[in-house]
T-cell receptor, first 112, second 113 residues
Framework: GNSVTQMEGPVTLSEEAFLTINCTYT??????LFWYVQYPGEGLQLLLK?????DKGSNKGFEATYRKETTSFHLEKGSVQVSDSAVYFC???????????FGPGTRLSVLP | DVKVTQSSRYLVKRTGEKVFLECVQD?????MFWYRQDPGLGLRLIYF???????EKGDIPEGYSVSREKKERFSLILESASTNQTSMYLC????????????FGPGTRLTVL
């Protein structure tokens, strides 16, 4: 079946540090891949997406590249800020189905 | 700007009460979803709907029902609330294309006493 695996954290970084949150997936065909962010007490917001192999999604300094050969979609940011503290979810939408599959989420805390 | 709204941000109910959670989307999306989110358990799909009057069970439908009488509105019903249904409830919607994004509402924090 379809699944998403990501590091659960928590991840604690100092401001301006480099961020990587690993995400790997299992799916048939060519799923679309997403990163969502959830701030405390809020719903999930789309951060970025990629819909085919080698696509790079980017937004607000975050980037992730769709790697078909390694079935990965790792999230990166060169210099994190305190305001990036949140929970980050990796997700996929199968090419042959309707329902999204979410990873367990990674809590990020950025200290000043 | 895309928008999914939920009727309440916070709700407190008593055991045995019937509870309605309402969700409205303004994007003309075919698909709508209800999830619950609990610490350590991630997002779990309760029910989803592909079209008006259509519904499908998700991973944890027990104790819940849904209603979709209009395309823009998807309701989650707890027929007889129990304390183990205390949770954050998230509604979402998406188009039917396999590259379409799922958009979420702000969530309803339900406490059952």
């Amino acid at each position: 079946g379809n699944s998403v695996t990501q590091m659960e954290g928590p991840v604690t970084l100092s401001e301006e540090a480099f961020l990587t949150i690993n995400c790997t997936y299992t799916a048939t065909g060519y799923p679309s891949l997403f990163w969502y962010v959830q701030y405390p007490g809020e719903g999930l917001q789309l951060l970025l997406k990629a819909t085919k192999a080698d696509d790079k999604g980017s937004n607000k300094g975050f980037e992730a590249t769709y790697r078909k050969e390694t079935t990965s979609f790792h999230l990166e940011k060169g210099s994190v800020q305190v305001s990036d503290s949140a929970v980050y979810f990796c997700a996929l939408r199968p090419s042959d189905g309707q329902n999204f599959v979410f990873g367990p989420g990674t809590r990020l805390s950025v200290l000043p | 700007d895309v928008k999914v709204t939920q009727s309440s941000r916070y709700l407190v109910k008593r055991t045995g009460e019937k509870v309605f959670l309402e969700c409205v989307q303004d994007m003309d999306h075919e698909n709508m979803f209800w999830y619950r989110q609990d610490p350590g358990l991630g997002l779990r799909l309760i029910y989803f709907s592909y079209d008006v009057k259509m519904k499908e069970k998700g991973d944890i439908p027990e104790g819940y029902s849904v209603s979709r009488e209009k395309k823009e509105r998807f309701s989650l019903i707890l027929e007889s609330a129990s304390t183990n249904q205390t949770s954050m409830y998230l509604c979402a919607s998406s188009g039917s294309g396999n590259t379409d994004t799922q958009y979420f509402g702000p969530g309803t924090r339900l406490t059952v006493l």
